[in-house]
Nanobody, 115 residues
Framework: QIQLVESGGGLVQAGGSLRLSCGAS????????MGWYRQAPGKERQWVAS???????KYADSMKGRFTISRDNAKNTVYLSMNNLEPEDTAVYFC?????????WGQGTQVTVSS
């Protein structure tokens, strides 16, 4: 069982930045991938970005150029750096990881962007 704990959410003005963290209970370089999703009120969960154990990163089109996923293997932590935030980015952000065919989720962290 892998445990994921997100942190770093909060309230920020439009145009501002936040960095989310996702701490994992295991060694993240052994995971197939780790990623970030978000869910706005009344909407379905949306994929944001993923990082594979090779280091390859992928982003949803609307996040390219504004969001960056990175990791610190020594800290077993994955980050999501978000710049030039927009009110439409307001959502609960979830971390996930795939390991040995199973997908694990964190509890989420709220990001609110005011206009």
């Amino acid at each position: 069982q892998i445990q994921l704990v997100e942190s770093g959410g909060g309230l920020v003005q439009a145009g501002g930045s936040l960095r989310l963290s996702c701490g994992a209970s295991g060694t993240i370089y052994s995971y197939t991938f780790m990623g970030w999703y978000r869910q706005a009120p009344g909407k379905e969960r949306q994929w944001v970005a993923s990082m594979y154990n090779s280091g390859t990163t992928k982003y949803a089109d609307s996040m390219k150029g504004r969001f960056t996923i990175s990791r610190d293997n020594a800290k077993n932590t994955v980050y999501l750096s978000m710049n030039n935030l927009e009110p439409e980015d307001t959502a609960v952000y979830f971390c996930n990881a795939q390991f040995r065919g199973h997908t694990f989720w964190g509890q989420g962290t709220q990001v609110t962007v005011s206009s």
